[in-house]
Nanobody
Framework: QVQLAESGGGLVQPGGSLRLSCAAS????????????VGWFRQVPGKERERVSC????????NYEDSVKGRFFLSRDSDKNTVYLQMNDLKPEDTAIYYC??????????????????WGQGTQVTVSS
């Protein structure tokens, strides 16, 4: 069992920045998020949830949805079992609840993920002047 906890959301003006954190913990003492693909998703009420970014365990690289490329940057801190989403140049259309999710997927690209097994509770991001 893996628990995920997002933090870092809030209200920011257009053009501003936020950094979201996704802290993971596991039931076993040897738990390591390094073996898990992690995705960041967002959802606006009445719309489908969309994947914003994901990070693989094959090369620990990241993939991004087109609308956030060049503005959002995902990174991992393996020592802290935490994945971050740095969001720059935020736009009103980025307003949503942001969720992180994880699935055990060693040495594979996150693009192969069909479904994620573990989800956080979400954090609200509001971009407004």
């Amino acid at each position: 069992q893996v628990q995920l906890a997002e933090s870092g959301g809030g209200l920011v003006q257009p053009g501003g920045s936020l950094r979201l954190s996704c802290a993971a913990s596991g039931a076993t003492s040897g738990f390591s998020l390094s073996y898990y693909a992690v995705g960041w998703f967002r959802q606006v009420p009445g719309k489908e949830r969309e994947r914003v970014s994901c990070t693989s365990t094959s090369d620990y690289g990241a993939n991004y949805e087109d609308s956030v490329k060049g503005r959002f940057f995902l990174s991992r801190d393996s020592d802290k079992n935490t994945v971050y989403l740095q969001m720059n140049d935020l736009k009103p259309e980025d307003t949503a609840i942001y969720y992180c999710a994880a699935v055990y997927l060693p040495l594979r690209s996150c693009l192969f993920v069909v479904s994620y097994d573990y989800w956080g509770q979400g954090t609200q991001v509001t971009v407004s002047s």
